[in-house]
């Protein structure tokens, strides 16, 4: 059984940085597309970002592009999201997601392509 487990979540002013790591149990980490999900009280998961098996190919949400970065090391069975210039509008629960990819260059952007999640970790901005 794969787990995925988040953890950095934390309360945060607007303005601030956080730095969410997701450690993944199963030992083919490096089979894995990554991504990094969100869902607000009464909305929908959404995409927050995407990364490669390799750690070279990334892709973000409209929301948080230019703010947020993905990435990942392989050795660790970890992936990271780094969250600069945090406001209100990005409290949720983030959740980390992991799908096997077949290529290194592969990463994915819908729910339906990750097949196994983390528990989640709240996140809070506010003053």
């Known amino acids: 059984q794969v787990q995925l487990v988040e953890s950095g979540g934390g309360l945060v002013q607007p303005g601030g940085s956080l730095r969410l790591s997701c450690v993944v149990s199963d030992g083919t980490f490096n089979m894995y597309a990554m991504g990094w999900f969100r869902q607000a009280p009464g909305k929908e998961r959404e995409f927050v970002g995407g990364?490669?098996?390799?750690?070279?190919?990334?892709s973000y949400g409209k929301s948080v592009k230019e703010r947020f970065t993905i990435s990942r090391d392989n050795a660790k069975n970890t992936v990271y999201l780094q969250m600069n210039s945090l406001n209100a509008e990005d409290t949720a629960v983030y959740y980390c997601?992991?799908?096997?990819?077949?290529?290194?260059?592969?990463?994915?952007?819908?729910?339906?392509?990750?097949?196994?999640w983390g528990q989640g970790t709240q996140v809070t901005v506010s003053a």
């Open positions: 990364i490669s098996r390799s750690g070279g190919v990334t």
């Open positions: 997601a992991a799908g096997t990819a077949y290529s290194i260059r592969v990463y994915y952007t819908e729910r339906t392509q990750y097949r196994y």
